[in-house]
């Protein structure tokens, strides 16, 4: 679709800033990448006590200079597009947001700045550079199994999660209060530590029936481990199945890019397997 | 099977509780969840100390408002079947009842208001919201995969159980009483933690003998843990397979419903396979 | 074989002892089950300070009662077979030897009593119980998986070793001697605690060079706990498929209990498979 | 390609040195092993300081024993090839070195012997033994699955890693300093330490909020350790679907040793597979 010429500006922004087919808009990605990884370590080494102590002055500096850039960016981004609206409450949009209202508010707030190390979500645009490279086709499948598996995952989870409330309830109960375990969300929080594996030891068990429950809890765990990996495994291998026997174009008309699950060309129609 | 007139309201009263193919016994289960959900929830926050000071006397009054309610729902479902009996003795009939209890007892003795916690395990009952919607199918699809997985997983566990009470009992020996392994049993919780890969740390190994086993242990630990994980994910791939082949209806006389293993329709004996 | 005249009552015995076919090997099977166990429980609760305090005397006189029972068991193991030589250095043997010496031993001996524990080491006798019943070709299916995987399970074992060395021996450099990771052996010892993703914390980097290497060894550990699963759930889909596909019985002769990469009968010679 | 007789004496060094096909060859490599573990397990036991006070001046010998030797070694794989400059910054060229060093720089530098932890990186020649003797296949066949896998655990360790930058930025803000999560870099160390279900406990939540989040971590860490298992799993059924149906030698011509991914035999050019 070719855009009126008075909108010609606009079209190329949008070419460099959003899509990266483009030699620029290659470029942008790569720079902006740099960017956010740049400002993230410099709010990374501030928040260390002894290098703040030495180089705060640069850090303060260079974090306004980010902000600024970020600035710029984050109104171009809302100027190439014809519905701003879109961008501006999208998960990216509102992330580009947080991470530049820090340094705002510290001019009026103290300590606001502290906020600054929001600034780390935007390294979900890492995730760009995927798209850049030859890594596209692995990304495709491992998120085709993922969203496969996403339903059974879920449940797992909710049953983990009622597992961990009423093993948490029980474990109020076995352990005396003075030994860590003072309240059920505590408790709860001590059983997910233990059914992941995690096992921080801030708190544990005292009494022998404290630690047989707490054995109980621990090979629950150690044996249902193993129900996502055999969920996610399958679900690989089934992606993996479906990426091979769908071909790549359609036998009649050659049109690419059908749907990993589709059947017949989207186009003329005629079956894609032969 | 259609009841007598004089039977009636016990047949639209089990219809309402206990099933959940009509709108009332839909709406009856979500109500049912959210009041079990809510009871746990103020249990929950009653146990922690600085909001029971606060609201303690709100708790109280919600606790037995909750008491109430399940005490009602309890007599509808004694007196909504034919057989009473059978609900009382079963797992949830007796969960039931654990969660009413404690609020009467504590009219009798003090601190059986603490039991309450039991009234987690009501959760039990939100495996139920599965079977409201379009999770039915992967339900089944994974009870079906850990029922085959049932009897190689109970090997598994008590393979490893063996193992630790073995280990357990020489790092007694191994380590001194002072380093935390004061008896057999303290040992060979010891052994769990360690085998499971949760680690604690409440107890660890001192002398350098008692860190070689623990050593070896770890690594018996992470070399096995992928047993069960094999196990279950042979056996997820087996349900996928037979729920694929499966047709969905018996091709002679469109019986639905058969069983996961059922070779020939149980209605016409045709074979399902063709 | 038809056991000369002279020898029925050893072949008897030596059929109630080792087999557990006829119903008399079954009952003493389980009864030595029993046995084992239940002296294992007298060790284990012996071991507690404050039950030995209690029960101490009564434990004394059923260690001797238990130890009595197994010498006449070892007695009756040797004479029972034609060379109890073979019997006294296998691994059981050893382990019924093992014991047993203990409660002799500490006639002269003061403290010989401690090593008791060894008792647990006779749990190993719990796997015949899997012969006995329904298990049998669960077993033989998962022993056959993991014969399959052993080779390239110790590949992976050894591979993980030499990892743990050359991380611990790093460690040790990057870390001071103060934090724990006092010698090289103490070093490789943390970075076992740290790849199984066991984490005591006993050790723990305290320097940022220390967290940095110690984040390192974690993630290596987090994906290489995938290379055992993998081997494992390949080795079980490959077990499953040779047992599915082997017949029962030559088809042919009808001869059963083929080995499972038999191609041919080994008594007729024709093919096993059509 | 025979050598001219000039450099006869180069290429039976090189033979023996380098190559394991001969007796010489093999011999060489078993006693070289042999010494690198002998040495190893001389600076680790110096390492530990009782040990080192009693057999220090006899360890100190046979370091400089090992360090001849090993300096011996590294000339002779100088001398025996032609471009000597390629092994020289080879990685294993670059570890031969950086273990001879240490003893040298001592005579000038106090302290630098410590650096003699470094020969345990020698370790790596342990791979060696794996060419040696029968496991040959299946290390191909583990290398293989690895390499297929390569593209896919990179993209799941930068995934880690970026959602553990994220998290640990977030749970900067949630706790307080005080309470371990003394700066940013600490906080996403803790959330290496979590996500990976190792949790040494050295840094743990202390505010409600805080174990919420690590709740949340924990649960993401337990669902994401099946993504590389799966992965694995799958990649190493592939190589052992490719592995069977690849024949050993070309139908035609009987050249062996084909690519993995071949199609064609890369000498006759007629199909591999019939």
Redo the contacts between chains.
């Keep these: 679709m070719k855009p009126k010429p008075s909108e010609h500006w606009r079209f190329r922004l949008h070419e460099v800033i959003y899509e990266s087919n483009t030699r620029a808009g290659k470029a942008f990605d790569v720079g902006l990448l740099i960017a956010i990884f740049t400002s ?1 370590m410099v ?3 501030d ?3 002894s290098i703040h102590l030495k180089y705060g002055a640069l850090f303060y500096k260079l974090e306004w200079i980010f902000t600024g850039l970020f600035t710029i960016e984050y109104i171009l981004r809302l100027v190439s597009i014809k519905q701003p609206i879109r961008y501006v409450f999208s998960l990216l949009g509102i992330i580009d947001l947080i991470s530049l209202l820090p340094s705002y508010l510290s001019i009026f707030f103290i300590g606001a700045q ?2 600054l ?5 935007r ?2 645009r ?2 760009r550079i ?1 798209k850049l490279g030859e ?1 596209l086709s ?2 495709n ?2 998120t085709q ?2 969203k496969n598996s996403f ?3 879920s ?8 597992i961990t ?2 093993l ?3 474990m ?2 076995v352990e005396q209060k003075e030994n860590g375990f ?5 408790s ?2 001590w059983a ?11 708190i ?1 068990p005292i009494t ?1 029936m404290g ?2 429950v ?2 109980v809890v ?2 629950i ?3 249902i ?14 992606a ?1 199945k479906s990426k091979k026997e769908m071909p790549e174009s359609c036998p009649s008309c050659s049109l690419e890019g059908h749907d990993a699950d589709a059947l017949f060309c989207k186009h003329c129609g005629s079956s894609l397997f032969r």
């Design positions: 993230i709010v990374m080494l928040s260390v006590v502290s906020l190390a929001f600034r780390a979500l390294l979900l890492v995730f995927f890594f692995e990304i499948f491992l199994a993922l339903r059974k995952i449940i797992f989870l909710l049953t983990v999660l009622t409330v009423i948490g309830s029980i109020y109960l003072s309240n059920i969300p505590e709860i929080y997910i530590v233990t059914i992941t594996t995690v096992g921080y030891g801030d544990s022998p630690k047989f707490a054995s621990m090979l765990g150690y044996a481990i193993a129900v996502p990996t055999g969920i996610i495994t399958h679900d690989i291998a089934v993996a």
